[in-house]
């Protein structure tokens, strides 16, 4: 019951029911079931299925950088903030965004013979298993659902137990096909022949979309008509359904029908291939904070969340969900999680793209801790499909080499689509992927991927930076313009309207570049390659500027004396080299990590207002990776007061003017949030550098037991860790993934002795590890 979630009643909330769906998805499908018991909705999304984006010819505005410096460098700020977001409307350029498109809804209606009891809705998160269940009179019913990583199926199946069968309508539509106020998808078509539902539209780009099921009865009876296919006394109902995108109906009815009918219309069967392959990514890391209260419902844990603590038990539960939630939004071989997941059922979504100046990074940052690595590759092939039209953005914003990566991008097009200038300014979005590549190659030691795949891209994230950044009469580079995301500098906010975020030097865009620089070097020593270019890598390395504080000794977000600190902001970039980054810890410059540290809290004390859901968890990982543990479980403790929905997804802002968030009109879901509470709680177990481990860094107070693992760790070592403070004792299970290797282990700072070791000590220097698990016993304060 741990892994599981349940609510007492169904999704409610007008014209947007989805939102409050419980999750089913492989990676490239995704369900929705809402709950109802009379008339049941099921939405169903493709990965694949975009709608909208226009993409004309991105004109050549690169001459116009020289006037955006110059203004720049006199101060002319305002002037400067809009050259070059003029210059390409002038040229006509009017992009649009493309935005996910739901497929259709599975409606099932039943008819209700006495007043509904015992209504449940659940989730079991290690099987990916959707269930609403109640009894009608002597009758208990069961909708199960799940949707298969094997067959590529939603698998569906409606059970009795006691004296009435089974009365079902079945039906494919457009999603809320009812609602006056959408402008729906053209050619609708849906017919029933036999068991097999058939239904289509057509997508503006001129392709179809659609869905084939098959209804199979049990000792029932069935009758297709024009409103569906009809069941009744029936023991038992399975139905495979089966979607496709960009194709041709005709064409695509026949080969999903051929392909269900050689699916064997067993539940069971077809769930049992499907878990090995769920339960294999789900079970790859465990969390047991041996918290009571597991058999609670969302409702009544948040109602405790609301009255003042939140449950350990409901801390438990949103780590396994953000873990449930990104292994049902990826596949290896498929499209990266978006904010909605594969959950969209707004035909007009805000914000349903994929954005890199934070969510994309935070959505799979859990990803390798949590010991299931290759969920990021769909983001690596994701960004290698789009590379020349980064590189035509480089070339035609900047007039550079390299790729540039927009903020914001949809799989038809990863052109410039947003004309604002804190868009067409940011420059950090390819090196802050890079860090992800590089990490790929740390936590795997997969030398072929660093060689064939991560040194390539980051080399040409590199080749932006050596034309992009010039340099100033101190020497160091220059970075404009520049764009800490997606913060104004404090003398140049007014007001939401006025406000200026165009800038030069913020610390983002050096840290970025630091970063890569660093990787870069490392890594073509370690593949042999490129090896000719480090002493150019090693000449921009020495040109980047050192970081600088305030009067107050904390970070300052921009490195020019043109533009003051303002706190009042959920962005934390400027915090890059502790989080997300590794530049600095408390080992390696312990001056300049409490200036960061300095830096985290200014932060968190300019007030609620300013906050969102992924914001607070984005605050949360650094606190963890500051050893600050019981703050940054208090930040995870303010999301369900004002960004989590009770079926524990979560939104953008607070929507119920509950005064804890940014206010918007708008509430778009943004399972981002959801993702940094996994990683949030993985960054307070272990931190971990190539060849060094950091345990339980920031472990907050109130885990007394608990344990955890295998997390993965950078260099390629597996942690498994069992602790009882109120004995005193941990124990640790450390294993290398591919061979022999020596590394540093630093302990919490209550180490009193290590079982084997001559005396106290903190730090276990050169411990040898290999294939075989070593087993340490701690003993604590």
Known sequence: MKNNISMRYPASWWHSMWREA??????????????????????????????????????????????????LLKGDVSKA????????????????????LPLGDLKVY??????????????????????????DGETQYERMLFVSRTDQAVVYEIRREGPKQVEASFLLQLHDKHRPDIVFPEQEETKCEEEYIYYAAQNNDGTDFGAVARVVSRNGQMEAGAEGLHVRDSDSVVVIVKLFVQGNRHTEWKRLKREISSLKPCYGSLLASHVTEHGRLFRAMELDLFASGCELSNEELLLQAYDGETPTVLVEKMWAYGRYLLISSSHEEGQPCHLYGLWCGDYNAVWAFHMVNENMQMIYWQAFSGNMPELALPMFNYLEKLMDDFRLNAARLYGC????????????????????PHIVHWTGGAGWMSQHYYDYYLYTGDIEFLRKRALPFMRETALFYEDFLTVGEDGYYVSAPSISPENTPGNYRMDAHKSIQTTMNATMDFAIAKELLIHLIDGARVADKYVEDIPKWQEMLNRIPPYQTNEDGAIKEWMHPFFEDNDHHRHESHLYPIFPGTEVTRLSDPGLFRAFVKAVENRHVTGLKEQTGWSITHMANCYARVGKGDQALQCLETLPRFSLMNNLMTLHNDWRGMG???????????????????????????FSLPGELHIMPALPSRWKRGKAGPLLARGGVECLMEWDMDKGEMGLTIVSIDREKQIDILLPPTVTSVKGYPKSQQKLKSVRICEKPLHLQVFLK
């Open 401 to 420: 080499r390299g790729i540039f990566i927009p903020a914001p991008t949809a799989p038809d097009s990863g052109l410039l689509k947003h004309t604002s």
């Open 110 to 135: 039943m008819p209700l013979r006495q007043a509904f009891q015992h209504y449940r809705r659940k989730l079991n998160m290690e099987t990916g298993e959707v269930s609403v269940c109640w009894t």
């Open 22 to 71: 419980l999750p089913s998805g492989n990676g490239r499908i995704g369900a929705s079931v809402y709950g109802g018991i009379h008339e049941e909705t099921v939405l169903l999304n493709h990965e694949g299925l975009w709608r909208s984006g226009r993409t004309p010819e991105l004109p050549d505005v690169s001459d116009h950088l020289t006037k955006v410096r110059h203004l």
């Open 660 to 686: 804890i968030g940014v206010d918007m009109e708008r509430v778009p879901v943004q399972i981002d949030a959801n993702m940094g509470w996994t990683s949030a709680i993985q960054e307070m177990l272990l």
């Open 81 to 100: 903030d809009h050259v070059l977001s003029d210059a390409l409307s002038k040229k006509g350029y009017k992009p649009k965004i493309a935005s996910p």
